[in-house]
């Protein structure tokens, strides 16, 4: 493996996706989730000639506990209603973390209390999970780590081990759904 002498990327500004609504978001993540609005302002930006669009949204960024974002989209014009069918957890879903299962059960007793379904807590034995839905058919998971990191330890000793033999194990499978040029490109 090549390593850049790059400065190491270190936490994610934000991670974004489209909401069916502005306030109905801000009520999920603001008022059950706690995150504080941060920023909502209007963009309409013009892609140029041949493109084929304007687009007109608004952009909504929730400030997280460590400084970080979660942003949402709200672009009625281009948005469909298909567009906010749950998502399968393994498509898509945000994981949150708390510090402790203490914290984990008092968040699922106010998710709940709330009127908000909220499932778990589950025990992973990495992490403890509970989760729910938001008004985007995102799913939202809530976690604290377990107390024995043991698992995670021998999980990254054994990572690229453990990947070489899962994809000797599915390359067919995947050449026959996707091709061998597909799963073998790395650039443009």
Sequence with gaps: MVKPSLNALHNIHHAAYRCRDAEQTRWFY????????????????????????????LHIFFEMGDGNYLAFFDEPGISKAEDFKRKDSFDMHIALETDTMEDLLAWHKHINDAGKTCLGPIDHGFVHSMYMY???????????????????????????????????????????????????KRAR
């Excluded at 892609?47 to 084929?52: I, K």
């Design 30 to 57: 603001e008022d059950i989730l706690g995150l504080k609005l941060a920023a909502a302002f209007e963009e309409d930006i013009d892609f140029g000639e041949g493109l084929g669009r304007n687009r007109n949204f």
């Design 134 to 184: 938001d008004p985007n058919g995102i799913q939202v998971e809530i976690t604290c780590r377990a107390s024995d990191q043991k698992l995670m330890k021998h999980q990254n000793d054994t990572a690229r081990s453990s990947l070489a033999t899962w994809t000797k194990k599915t390359r067919e499978i995947k050449e026959k759904t996707f091709g061998a040029a597909t799963l073998d």
